[in-house]
């Protein structure tokens, strides 16, 4: 059964405390793993897809890893603008779960001043 | 920017009451997903469409809740009849099966209470 979990499951770090959120999955073939942002009120916000082991990808201060069974998402310098609950979800490639897209519990950071 | 319309964006209804969503993909999308989340479960998946037709509904309780594509820019999910634990807000996503680097991108959702 493909499954995604999240942790920690709350985050509270003092600006400019760096730090890591992790997603752990097991799916049947990975066709892509995103990572959301989601404000309260609000729809998710893609912020990534990461497709293969040892795939980054960085935008502002977050950057986005992949390995075979887990990724994470570093937090560089945070400022209270990144608090947010942060949602990662998976595709698979095939079977009979192919174009599900699986979302996590979700961690939710907060950044104090 | 384009963006996924949802509406209602708030509705109050009283159990046993018929209650439909609406959902308007970003033009050009063949790919449309229904969630729902609350507290308790976060993000559940209800339906998958690809192209309109339904790819998959297994998250969704047959007996009550029922979505569609009547065309390329609306997507439904009615729920008859409503009860209290459908109170949730149900977001709708759209995307690009060839194009999945871009991510799917969700609407603002319609928050449901059921009384």
């Known amino acids: 059964e493909d499954q995604v979990t999240q942790s920690p499951e709350a985050l509270r770090l003092q600006e400019g405390e760096s730090s890591s959120l992790n997603c752990s999955y097991t799916?049947?073939?990975?066709?892509?793993l995103f990572w959301y942002r989601q404000d309260p009120g609000k729809g998710p916000e893609f912020l990534f897809t990461l497709y293969s082991a040892g795939e980054e990808k960085e935008k502002e201060r977050l950057k986005a890893t992949l390995t075979k069974k887990e990724s994470f998402l570093h937090i560089t310098a945070p400022k209270p603008e990144d608090s947010a609950t942060y949602l990662c979800a998976v595709q698979a490639r095939g079977g009979s779960t192919l174009g599900r897209l699986y979302f996590g519990r979700g961690t939710q950071l907060t950044v104090w001043p | 920017d384009a963006r996924v319309t949802q509406t209602p964006r708030d509705k109050v209804t009283e159990m046993g009451q018929e209650v439909t969503m609406r959902c308007q993909p970003i033009l050009g999308h063949n790919t449309v997903f229904w969630y729902r989340q609350t507290m308790m479960q976060g993000l559940e998946l209800l339906a998958y469409?690809?192209?309109?037709?339904?790819?998959?509904d297994s998250g969704m309780p047959k007996d009550r809740f029922s979505a569609e594509m009547p065309d390329a820019t609306l997507a439904t999910l009615k729920i008859q009849p409503s009860e209290p634990r459908d109170s949730a807000v149900y977001f709708c996503?759209?995307?690009?099966?060839?194009?999945?680097?871009?991510?799917?991108?969700f609407g603002s959702g319609t928050r449901l209470t059921v009384v």
């Open positions: 469409f690809r192209n309109r037709a339904p790819l998959d």
């Open positions: 996503a759209s995307g690009s099966e060839g194009g999945s680097s871009y991510g799917y991108t």
């Open positions: 799916v049947s073939g990975l066709r892509g």
